[in-house]
Nanobody, 124 residues
Framework: VQLQASGGGLVQAGGSLRLSCAASGRTFSIAAIGWFRQAPGKEREFVAAINWGGGSINYADSVKGRFTMSRDNAKNTVYLQMNSLKPEDTAAYYC??????????????????WGKGTQVTVSS
């Protein structure tokens, strides 16, 4: 499975960005897909995830109400719409996929595939 993330950039606080993640390869092995982020000097943290077949979306508390994840099955692509961005959202954002339910994705072993990061920088 290959995951290609795009859409990062520089935005002012309060602004918006939309990230995209296109999955290719053995996508039939994916049960869930989501986003993580890693700020400089910090550990990678979970942002959001959805089951590949649909259903509810899990969000980290820090992004609830501001970030919205969606998917386009025909394109094997998921999106992360980020609104009301804050400087603390600055990080490299990674697309991730797993062979288990999306609720397991934030846990150890919940991710089996990682994409390369796309940088999001929010200026104050």
């Amino acid at each position: 499975v290959q995951l290609q993330a795009s859409g990062g950039g520089l935005v002012q606080a309060g602004g918006s960005l939309r990230l995209s993640c296109a999955a290719s390869g053995r996508t039939f092995s994916i049960a869930a897909i989501g986003w993580f982020r890693q700020a400089p000097g910090k550990e990678r943290e979970f942002v959001a995830a959805i089951n590949w077949g649909g259903g509810s979306i899990n969000y980290a508390d820090s992004v609830k109400g501001r970030f919205t994840m969606s998917r386009d099955n025909a394109k094997n692509t998921v999106y992360l719409q980020m609104n009301s961005l804050k400087p603390e959202d600055t990080a490299a954002y990674y697309c991730a996929a797993g062979r288990y339910d999306s609720t397991r994705m934030p846990l150890q072993g919940g991710v089996n595939y990682w994409g390369k990061g796309t940088q999001v920088t929010v200026s104050s």
